[in-house]
Structures are given as C-alpha cells and as structure tokens.
C-alpha cells in the first residue's frame, strides 16, 4: 500500500473541509435583501480580501450592491419575522426617499424589519510569508439615525478581531465580546435622538495573518443578546496595514532558520524568480544573499546577537561561489 505524502492528506483535509463550508443547509440558511447569493457560506475564501507586502491597503466599493457583496466575507440577520431581513444597500442610482441624510453609496443595518438584526463580516488575510505589524488602522465611516446615549447606541457598533465565531445558521457573531468594538454611544456621547456621522479609526491586530472587522445593530454578549432599533450605516471603509515577514530575512525555504539549506535555495533561484526576494523588490539576486549572509543564524524566535555570522573564509567561499554560478549562468544564456 502506497503512502501519502503531506501534501496528499492536506488536500484530503481541505476537500472534506470545502465540501462542508458549501453544504445546501449552510448556502440557504441566511436571509438578505437584494440579489441571492448562492455561496454565501460561514466561511467563503472567494471573500477573502488579501493584504500584500506591495499594496497593504483596502478599500470598500459601496458602488452597486454586487461590488459591495463581492468583498463581503458573511452577511448574518437574525431574522424575527418571516421573509424580512435587517439589511439594506442603497446606491446612487435612485434618491433615498427612506434616509435622505445618508451620504450615498452605503451599506446599512437596522432598516428594513422591524426586529430583525444584523451583522456584516470582512476578512482580510495578508500575503504569505507576512503577518500584521503595529501601526495599522481600519477607518470607516459611519451613520446612526437614532439616540446613540441610549441602548439602542450599545447595540449598535463597529469592531474588529483576529477571529470569527459565527452561528452554524449564519445568524449572529458568537465571539462579538472578544472584538475590539466600539459602539454609538461611544462615538457619539450625549446626542440624543437625530442622524448622526463620524469617523471611526481602529487598529489593526498585530503579529496576525488575517483579521476581521465588523458592523452590527444586534450584540450577543455574556448574557442575552441585544438589539438596536436604530440604523446603522457604513458609508465608506479603508484598511491601511503594515506587514512584516514572518520568517527571518533571508529563511528562504521559510523553516524558521537561517542557514546553508537557505543558500542552496537561493542558488536555485539566483536569477530565475522571486522566491528568494528577502528585499522585496521582485527577483533573488546578490542583494538577498547579502541578507542572507548578514542573518546567518538566526532562528525564527531568536535574534541575530545570539549567534555569529559566518567567518570571513567562509564570507569569501560564498562570494565566490556566487561569482561562479553567475558566470557559469551566463554562459548557458549566451549559448
């Protein structure tokens, strides 16, 4: 009987895995308002918004209703009364006959059923190889037409995590205490009720590979869940995210060390392609093994005093290695 390899069973993990995110009761279970999206599942990577080293910003498009769902990782509605959901997107096509303060485009919850409730989910993911660094901020835009110094203010907030619970029916945030929220009445102390527009700023989690943020009229904390009756409206969103490299520069086949098994990647690299870019400008070249010859040793949660960087023989052996290798390049490219 033949064996599998690691990336044999990863690939049976993610198949079973796939084939349950996609299932008929998952696809069905949530209620929007609007085009039906078919593969609106709990966890959808297609909605994925991925955060690169070369372009670590996001911006939301509110423009039309498809745009807006396509960046959306889940829509979740507490639906209490049959055929209604707690969700609505307005573009610029047609006045706002409803909320004709709302700067258009937006997206909103809390205004089309009386009760019901909702949440709306983006992910984002960084690049692989990076994860989040300090300085990164999530800004969004927000309206609430209501008394934020009341309840209903509590209830209605933006947040962001590091992670997502969700209902199997897609009905609600399950983890929305572990969020970093903040709420109307924090936004807006003292107001009483009126149509109300600010700015919200948050930060971004670090050392992290992906994150969410969201914006709900329905909170399930430690005890019952509550609702707002107010609305809740993002009328733009931008993520501005710093990156750094998970692994040490120059850890190449990125196994957490920098050593000579980083060197032989390099060499099979060394003009050809990207994979060892431990600068990031694009190809592997003397640059990345300049790193990789400063780095040399160090391990994944060391630092670079707790070890020596390879003796000047060995420095000069390496460099003329190289020299080698590109000449003897070159030389198959001429001929």
């Not at 984002?124 to 300085?135: H, L, P, S």
């Not at 969020?179 to 009126?194: E, I, K, L, S, Y």
């Not at 707002?228 to 998970?246: F, K, M, P, Q």
């Not at 060394?270 to 010859?293: K, P």
């Amino acid at each position: 009987m033949s064996s599998l390899n690691n990336n044999s069973w990863l690939s049976i993990v993610v198949a079973i895995y796939t084939a349950f995110l996609v299932s008929p009761e998952l696809a069905q279970a949530g209620v929007v308002t609007g085009s039906p999206v078919a593969d609106f599942t709990t966890f959808n990577s297609s909605k994925n918004n991925v955060l690169t080293f070369a372009s670590p910003t996001f911006n939301a498009n509110l423009s039309t209703y498809g745009s807006f769902i396509g960046q959306v990782h889940s829509l979740l509605g507490v639906t209490q009364q049959s055929g209604m959901s707690d969700f609505e997107h307005q573009d610029a096509s047609s006045p706002d006959l409803i909320h004709g303060d709302v700067i258009l485009p937006y997206a909103m919850v809390g205004s089309s059923a009386n009760g019901a409730n909702g949440t709306v989910l983006y992910k984002f993911v960084t690049e692989n190889g990076f994860k989040t660094a300090a300085g990164g901020s999530v800004s969004v835009n927000v309206y609430f037409r209501h008394a934020p110094e009341s309840s209903h203010g509590d209830n209605a907030w933006v947040g962001v995590s590091p992670y997502a619970v969700v209902e199997p029916n897609l009905s609600a945030l399950t983890n929305a205490t572990q969020f970093n929220r903040v709420t109307m009445r924090d936004v807006f102390p003292g107001a009483g009720f009126a149509s109300w527009t600010d700015t919200v700023v948050l930060p971004i989690p670090t050392n992290v590979t992906e994150f969410y943020f969201a914006f709900s009229d329905y909170y399930q904390g430690n005890g019952s869940p509550t609702f707002s009756s107010g609305r809740l409206a993002i009328t733009a969103l931008t993520v501005n995210a710093n990156l750094a490299d998970i692994y040490p520069s120059g850890d190449f086949n990125q196994d957490g060390r920098v050593d000579q098994f980083d060197l032989i990647q390099w060499q099979g690299d060394f003009g050809l392609n990207g994979e060892s870019d431990a600068d990031h400008d694009g190809d592997s070249d003397g640059r990345d093994f300049l790193i990789w010859q400063r780095n040399y040793g160090v391990g994944a949660f060391e630092t670079l005093s707790a070890h020596t960087v390879p003796e000047p023989a060995s420095v000069l052996l390496l460099g003329m290695v190289m020299t080698v290798m590109c000449n003897v390049r070159l030389l198959f490219v001429r001929t």
